[in-house]
């Protein structure tokens, strides 16, 4: 029986300023029980040599856990963004059909599979991401929560700044100041926090500006792409909410 083979069609490029070395090369690898996307291109890293016998410079890609964990791994896979870490060779190619990888489009690039992700995470820091400890250490235990609120915040708290609802989010991309679902589903997750809460009102003030939750154009890809089925959509009317009560009534917190 001949060796079933993994096909793999990358789109690869030297580097942000090389636009001239765009283009696409395909490799064929032995295909190993269990197969992910990243273990195709692990293979192909070691012997990068293409379908016509070129040897080329290895594939670059990024990868952390290989767990759905880290989110570096986010790319095109057959024209989806998706992880490639859980992207199973038999699942996406079962009859052995050529497999796309294409880089994300909506982040600078990097080198071939590689983006720069920095955008997210400075947006991350402009809606204070995170519950203000300092100070608070001598203050005894925090507040107490429900299981149900624990519950409901868990399923917030799974977002791995992967990128992929901004990849597939029509309002996101280098022209815009939208801050996408991602990062608004973070300010949902800390103002539910007992004691993030203490800062909610800032929050809501930063995505009730420019790029905030008025730019969502309510397309609803992002929820349709996430890894973690994070319920993007409730974060994005929670918060549409919040901030209108917040218009409305906010001098009366002033």
Known sequence: MAERMVHLKVRRQDGP???????????????????????????????PVTVEGKRV?????????LEEICGACTMLVNGRVRQACSALVEQIAPNGEVITLERMTKFPLVRDLIVDRERIFDDLKKVRAWVEMDGTHALGPGPRESP????????????????????A?????????????AVINQV??????????????????????????????????CVQVCPKEIPLLDSLSSMARATTKRLLLGWLLK
């Open 17 to 47: 300023t090389r636009p001239d070395t765009g283009r696409w090369e395909e490799f064929k690898v032995p295909l190993l029980p269990q197969m992910n996307v990243i273990s195709a291109l692990q293979q192909v890293q070691l012997n």
């Open 57 to 65: 410079p290895p594939v670059v890609w990024d990868c952390s856990c």
């Open 148 to 167: 149900e609120q624990q519950q409901e915040r868990y399923a917030l708290s799974r977002c791995m700044a992967c990128g992929c609802c901004l990849e």
């Open 169 to 181: 989010c029509p309002q996101y991309n280098d022209s815009t100041s939208f801050v996408g679902a």
């Open 188 to 221: 949902r997750y800390f103002n539910m926090h007992p004691t993030g809460a203490m800062q909610a009102n800032g929050r809501l003030d930063t995505i009730m500006g420019a790029g905030g939750i008025t730019d969502c154009g309510k397309a609803q890809n």
